[in-house]
């Protein structure tokens, strides 16, 4: 890890999941004094649940994928001392959730997801995006499940 500073890249959504990941991320950013890239994957205006589609266009839809992605960073950031706070960039990539993730990862040292996001197949233990993340990351796969997270945000990760 020579030359560079530790990433640590997560992956959110509107769900339970994205958001547990998101904390867990942040929470091991700190214990690694590491930077967080947030990514909000979509792919096509219709298919973005969190922002009404009719009559915009793929740029408004991105502007308002990353900025709703942005409000929710915040609000996991609130429960973090500012002083330990990581440094966070927000990312909306139009694309598919595992690919991006994946993407992303490509020079980090972990990457985090969810167990469950929106995806069809909600009853499954590992969603399709967590799945495809555990097969084609090239770093470390952390997968968060929304039930055990029951610390709040700056706690210390649970051993």
């Given at each position: 890890m020579e030359g560079r500073s530790a990433l640590v890249v997560v992956g959110v959504d509107n769900s339970e999941g994205g958001r547990a990941a998101?904390?867990?991320?942040?929470?091991?950013?700190?214990?690694?004094?590491?930077?967080?890239?947030?990514?909000?994957?979509?792919?096509?205006?219709?298919?973005?649940?969190?922002?009404?589609?009719?009559g915009r266009s793929p740029a408004q839809v991105h502007e308002a994928v990353r900025a709703r992605t942005r409000e929710v960073v915040e609000e996991a950031l609130a429960g973090i001392d500012a002083e330990q706070r990581p440094p966070v960039t927000v990312l909306a990539v139009r694309c598919s959730a595992g690919q991006a993730l994946v993407h992303a990862a490509r020079t980090a040292d972990l990457l985090v997801v969810g167990s469950r996001g929106q995806g069809a197949v909600r009853s499954a233990v590992l969603g399709s995006v967590g799945l495809h993340c555990v097969l084609h990351a090239p770093c470390p796969v952390t997968v968060v499940h929304p039930a055990h997270d029951r610390r709040p945000v700056g706690a210390a990760p649970r051993s």
């Open positions: 998101l904390r867990f991320a942040l929470q091991d950013a700190v214990r690694r004094d590491a930077r967080v890239d947030v990514v909000a994957a979509f792919r096509r205006p219709d298919h973005e649940r969190r922002v009404p589609a009719p």
